[in-house]
């Protein structure tokens, strides 16, 4: 097997918004530093951001401070969320606003040349270009290298626990790459693909969330050691049926109320979090008031080429269904769905348990984005922050350190366990291919654990069966065999969402209550304790997950 060996002061893992934004700031105020930046894909168009958004959600509009976004996300999450982080996040929001425009982001103006604003944190923009445009603002750093087409799959470390770097594969090149580094920032993706999506066969990856985040840094964490949060607390997108297309289009941009098969608006009896707008939906399909819609019949020709223009810039399949079908939303009404549930701490609190500045339970690892907990309703711009934090924090820690050492021994065994899946043969091994597991384990979370079958819910007795076949998967997924380093790729793929599914289920089972309808309904406990009212963590102890708890960080408190 091919290797390769590479040296920076810092290392990025994930070309994201986080992990972009990471390496603008490193390479802006800390020119001096050499940085290495790994992508599974290429940055210009990977990540969440690949096709574009048409709104910057996390913003401090005319009249906000930035305690009230801490205030509304504290609302939103029921009380589970680091104040501390969400406040610097928040302070920061509007100054990484300002430098995406100077680097090109069109951002909608009223007359007077303020921000076009979408309700009362949100801004309209032109983002079809979002991703380029950080690319392009990376690729001309000059202390900067960026790795396209390198899959990491597993930290570094010294014997104390210290991360000094990653190895991962370059599946163009099948290259086995390792990289060591005095500080290392994960900025991957949340996780999709646990759970049964919405469509099957060819079209199982139409769903909200990038598929090709799997969560690959919640995964590599728990692996090394590190301490995880709020896993429990998971993100189920209300979508536009079918398209998966975000629905906040409809009801900020037009207002679009939500309605049931009655031409009802239930919305008043249910709440107004993000969890309960998809309870809301879930609820009245159940009790036979279904199909649900967001009411747009009637809206003006501006307000419906307003929407299509909208829809193009974020998903375009949404405005192509329109045109194909004829049916505009002036004429019918959009019915709307609930996703599969993911992990991603963009927009729930679950990742790793880090502190102020970014840095994990993990000597020499910074976290930023999609896998930093304790932080919801970050969106794009909060990641972009986290990113400038991690870098700063991340670029610290570098000066105190020297050059890591890699033991030439450490490479060798991880040579021989990536070796066993190529040479190992398929009839003599396993009769399961990739694709069979991954079928299994979604079928397993959906029906046990919470999935669309359900109705997201689940009890403990779901939870244990979830548990023990989710087990059996893993011994079984050891024996997969790989022709090529793409094969090698989609192995490594579900071990990483194996091991999510094992951490979720097991904090799951830990909260005994009902704090967030649908996101986290537990059939054996459906009310809220107030008990419960702390963080719910994890360490992977020898196989195990071994939860902790901790008590709630509130904005201007130090960080446990």
């Known amino acids: 097997m091919k290797t390769l060996r590479k040296q920076a002061d810092i290392l990025i893992i994930g070309g994201g918004a986080a992990g972009c934004y990471a390496a603008i700031t490193l390479s802006e105020k800390y020119p001096g530093m050499s940085v290495l930046l790994a992508d599974k894909a290429n940055i210009k168009r990977s990540g969440c951001l690949a096709a574009g958004v048409n709104a910057l959600n996390a913003y401090i509009t005319p009249g906000h401070s930035p305690m009230d976004y801490v205030r509304y996300a504290e609302k939103d999450a029921e009380g589970i969320v680091r104040g501390d982080l969400l406040l610097s996040i928040a302070q920061g929001l509007n100054r990484v606003t300002e430098k995406m425009e100077k680097l090109g982001l069109v951002i909608l103006k009223n007359p007077d040349g303020s921000y076009a604003a979408r309700g009362g944190r949100n801004i309209k923009i032109n983002g079809e270009n979002i991703k380029p445009l950080l690319a392009e603002a990376v690729n001309r750093a000059r202390n900067v290298e960026v790795m396209n087409h390198l899959n990491i799959v597993g930290y570094l470390q010294e014997e104390d626990g210290t991360v000094i770097g990653a190895w991962g594969i370059d599946v163009k090149q099948e290259l086995l790459c390792f990289l060591t580094a005095r500080s290392v920032i994960c900025a991957t993706g949340g996780a999709a693909g646990i759970y049964l999506p919405n469509h099957p066969g060819t079209s199982r990856h139409k769903m909200w969330y990038s598929p090709f985040n799997t969560g690959a840094g919640y995964a590599m964490g728990l692996l090394a050691g590190a301490e995880m949060t709020t896993f429990e607390m998971r993100f189920i997108a209300l979508r536009c049926k079918d398209t998966i297309a975000p629905t906040g289009t409809l009801a900020q941009g037009i207002g679009a109320a ?190 046990y654990a919470g999935g669309i079958r359900t109705g997201y819910r689940y009890t403990e007795a779901q939870l244990a069966q979830a548990e023990k076949h989710i087990e059996r998967i893993a011994g079984l997924s050891e024996s997969l065999h790989a022709d090529d380093f793409y094969g090698l790729m989609k192995i490594f793929e579900l071990r990483e969402r194996l091991v999510v599914a094992q951490a979720l289920i097991a904090h799951l089972r830990a909260r005994k209550e009902t704090r967030w309808h649908s996101f986290a309904e537990n059939l054996d406990y459906p009310e809220k304790d107030a008990a419960y009212e702390k963080y719910i963590n994890s360490r992977l102890e020898d196989g195990n997950v071994k939860i902790l708890c901790r008590p709630i960080v509130k904005a201007g408190s130090d960080t446990a």
């Open 258 to 447: 939500q309605i049931n098969a009655r031409g009802e608006e239930y919305q008043a009896a249910y709440g107004n979090t993000t969890s309960e707008r998809l309870h809301a939906v879930v609820s009245e399909n159940l009790a036979g008031r279904g199909p649900c819609c967001l009411k747009t019949t009637g809206i003006t020709e501006a307000e419906e080429e307003s929407l299509e223009k909208a829809y193009l810039n974020m998903s375009p399949a949404q405005t192509m269904r329109w045109r194909e079908t004829r049916l505009g939303p002036s004429q019918q009404d959009v019915e709307i769905e609930g996703t599969e549930p993911y992990i991603v701490g963009g927009h729930t609190a679950s990742g790793y348990w880090v502190n102020d500045e970014r840095g994990t339970t993990l000597r020499g690892l910074f976290a930023a984005g999609d896998v930093a907990g304790g932080a919801p309703q970050k969106y794009v711009t909060g990641a972009f922050v986290e990113g400038e934090i991690a870098a700063e924090a991340a670029a610290e820690f570098a000066r105190h350190r020297d050059d890591p050492f890699l033991p030439q021994e450490t490479m060798e065994k991880i040579v021989q366990w990536t070796e066993h899946f190529l040479n190992q043969t398929k009839d003599g091994n396993s009769v399961y291919d990739t694709d069979a597991l991954e079928d299994a384990m979604q079928q397993t979370m959906d029906e």
